[in-house]
């Protein structure tokens, strides 16, 4: 069964950093690509970032650029996203997912977590 756990979440002031974690576990994921996505209330569900597990190439939207980075442990079989100089607008919820394809549509990636929160006051 697969499954994706993210964790790391929280409440962090405007200007500072969180790292998120996803624990990506029930089959072989080298051929995939992982991605963040994030959800604000009464917004659509968006992406943030990805990465080829594979190569390591990264992708990121305009709004996180310079600020987030995306990265893999293979031998943990973990995602990370670092979040610095984080804003009140990054509030929402961070979901982590795997998709066959390079892609940055969410109706592209196969597997979801379940979400985990992130809070930034101004």
């Known amino acids: 069964q697969v499954q994706l756990v993210e964790s790391g979440g929280g409440l962090v002031q405007a200007g500072g950093s969180l790292r998120l974690s996803c624990a990506a576990s029930?089959?072989?994921?080298?051929?995939?690509?992982m991605g963040w996505f994030r959800q604000a209330p009464g917004k659509e569900r968006e992406f943030v970032a990805r990465i080829s597990w594979s190569s390591g190439r990264t992708y990121y939207a305009d709004s996180v650029k310079g600020r987030f980075t995306i990265s893999r442990d293979n031998a943990e079989n973990t995602v990370y996203l670092q979040m610095n100089s984080l804003k009140p607008e990054d509030t929402a919820v961070y979901y982590c997912a795997a998709s066959r394809v390079v892609s940055g549509r969410k109706s592209d990636y196969n597997y979801w977590g379940q979400g985990t929160q992130v809070t930034v006051s101004s």
């Open positions: 029930g089959r072989t994921f080298s051929s995939y690509v």
